[in-house]
């Protein structure tokens, strides 16, 4: 399977914006995904996952009530909306694939397959 991350951009805080990412190869329905970002400087981080149903979540606490994570198995996405953005969101942001379950998964050592990433800038 390859993922590609996409709508990243330069936004003000406050803002929103969805970030999507596309599957190719297999379908996602059966498989755990997550998005994971990294900022200039820093370890990559855990930012939310969904279970393969859709139906189970989890959120990075610097992140909760103002990211939404879902899916669509028959269009094989997921999604990332994220609404007041923050400075500190600033990010190279990640999509990813735990390919053994479909199971919810903070740990990054979970997940098998990468998107390349998308880049998320917000002034203040």
């Known amino acids: 399977v390859q993922l590609q991350a996409s709508g990243g951009g330069l936004v003000q805080a406050g803002d929103s914006l969805r970030l999507s990412c596309a599957a190719s190869g297999r379908t996602l329905s059966r498989y755990g995904m997550g998005w994971f970002r990294q900022a200039p400087g820093k370890e990559r981080e855990f930012v939310a996952a969904i279970g393969g149903s859709g139906v189970s979540t989890n959120y990075a606490g610097s992140v909760k009530g103002r990211f939404t994570i879902s899916r669509d198995n028959a269009k094989n996405q997921v999604y990332l909306q994220m609404n007041s953005l923050k400075p500190e969101d600033t990010a190279v942001y990640y999509c990813?694939?735990?390919?053994?379950?479909?199971?919810?998964?903070?740990?990054?050592?979970?997940?098998?397959?990468w998107g390349q990433g998308t880049l998320v800038t917000v002034s203040s």
């Open positions: 990813a694939a735990d390919l053994d379950t479909s199971l919810v998964a903070a740990s990054q050592k979970r997940y098998d397959v």
